[in-house]
């Protein structure tokens, strides 16, 4: 059963500061809600969901982490947001960086058998962000651990340390940009499902995995590392498309790999029927196509070059030619591939931190005046209760938005300002 977090009171749990925020350090003794009406919640010190306990964060919520603290889960944590109210971590700061706090950290429920599957982590609508290790997977053994419709970004590591005898986790329809590396770990157990999501702008995208309908731009050292199976994705833009260790069971099949440095780069790669590498279309690639590292010789056949010219195609190759002590790349060349471009970005609504508004009177009576900044200049104001439910919509005009409050019972509103597809960052309204 949950019951409200502000009944859970105790000094090592939480403290209300003077500005209404909620402090959490210490130990979570109890199932709770962290309500979107007593945002933000501020993780001051390590903070600890016991096991057994079930920790349900509300569409809307903010959950902010002063410097060096960490969330540590050893019971359940549900963060289930909704399209047009999504759920925040980030960093308790006006200036926040990348590593500002640890993270959360998964550990095992305690609670339940070891290895039970009771889905310790499911987020969906969240934002993640200025983690040094947003998901840490200390123990991965109560999954699965399921990651939907969310967006990470400044992070050093977004999802690291998944053991390979782990419980599946899942990232699906997920934007990843702006962080050093995104998903990790997993091994060669196949636990790791990434599907639809995009990787723009990290350093390093993901490294193992089932890899499906994935889209990586712009990854400055490498888009993907494979060592289990990516198909139907697309690389541009990148400076190593993908890097490749094609050996066990893996394959990298039906993937569009072009307007890179290095289109993909083959660690090593065996010879048997499970290893495939085809039906690939990987073209104009600025470097190399293709740059091989191991010694024995590979066949590529089967995968599409946008050219029929032999000598073309072997010069945009680095094999043995190039290093005798590397293996030679047998390929075939047609012209017979046709261009698939990458499906639109599916990400959540945002919250647009370079913009803000100012909201005067407030406390209101009467009415309240809604001014965003300087550079937005369509946008909706949308005016909740403190259960969660629109009480006041309407489209917002150049300059100041006045706001009639009379119709609306007296007490806490949150407002929403909506430019476009981003959330300019939520205010309180009291009402009198």
């Not at 926040?96 to 950290?105: A, F, K, L, R, T």
């Not at 945002?350 to 550079?375: C, L, S, W």
């Amino acid at each position: 059963m949950f019951r409200p977090l502000i009944t859970l009171i105790g000094v090592l749990f939480f403290s209300f500061s003077v500005n209404a925020q909620v402090n959490i350090a210490g130990g979570i003794y109890n199932d709770a809600i962290f309500y979107k009406s007593f945002s933000p919640y501020v993780i001051s010190g390590d903070a600890f969901i016991m096991p057994g306990v079930n920790v349900l964060v509300e569409p809307g919520a903010v959950v902010k982490f002063k410097r060096g603290a960490k969330l540590i889960v050893r019971g359940n944590l549900r963060a289930i947001g909704t399209k047009t109210d999504s759920i925040l971590f980030t960093a308790d700061t006006s200036a926040p960086y990348v590593g500002y706090y640890q993270g959360i950290q998964v550990e095992v429920n305690g609670g339940v058998s070891f290895g039970q599957k009771t889905t310790q982590i499911q987020m969906e609508y969240c934002i993640g962000e200025y983690a040094s290790e947003f998901i840490k997977f200390k123990s991965a053994y109560n999954g699965p651990y399921i990651f939907r419709h969310s967006r990470f970004a400044n992070n050093r590591y977004v999802c690291k340390e998944i053991a390979q005898s782990a419980h599946e986790v899942y990232y699906d329809n997920c934007l990843f940009h702006n962080n050093y590396s995104c998903v990790t770990g997993g091994g060669e157990s196949h636990k790791v499902y990434i599907t639809n999501c995009w990787f723009l702008n990290n350093a390093y995208g993901s490294s193992g995995g089932h890899v499906s309908n994935c889209v990586y731009k712009g990854n400055t050292v490498e888009g993907a590392y494979l060592y289990q199976e990516i198909e139907n994705s697309y690389f541009f833009e990148n400076k190593i498309g993908a890097r490749l260790d094609m050996h066990h069971d893996t394959r990298f099949v039906n993937n569009e790999v072009f307007n890179n440095e290095i289109g993909i780069e083959i660690d090593r790669m065996g010879i048997a029927s499970h290893i495939v590498l085809t039906n690939n279309r990987i073209c104009q690639n600025t470097s190399f196509n293709v740059k091989y590292d191991h010694t024995n010789n590979i066949d590529l056949s089967g995968n599409c070059w946008c050219s029929n010219d032999q000598s073309f195609i072997s010069g945009k190759i680095f094999d043995g030619y190039d290093n005798p002590v590397l293996g030679l790349i047998k390929f075939d060349s047609h012209l017979n591939c046709g261009i698939r471009l990458p499906p639109p970005m599916s990400i959540p609504t945002t919250v647009d931190r370079e913009n803000t508004f100012t909201m005067h009177p407030n406390p209101a009576t009467g009415y309240t005046a809604i001014e965003p900044q300087t550079g937005v200049y369509k946008y909706d104001v949308i005016v909740n209760d403190v259960q969660g439910r629109i009480v006041l919509s309407l489209v917002g005009q150049v300059g100041k938005t006045v706001i009639n409050t009379r119709p609306l019972t007296p007490g806490m509103y949150i407002v929403q300002v909506r430019n476009g597809d981003k959330v300019l960052p939520i205010r309180k309204l009291v009402v009198r």
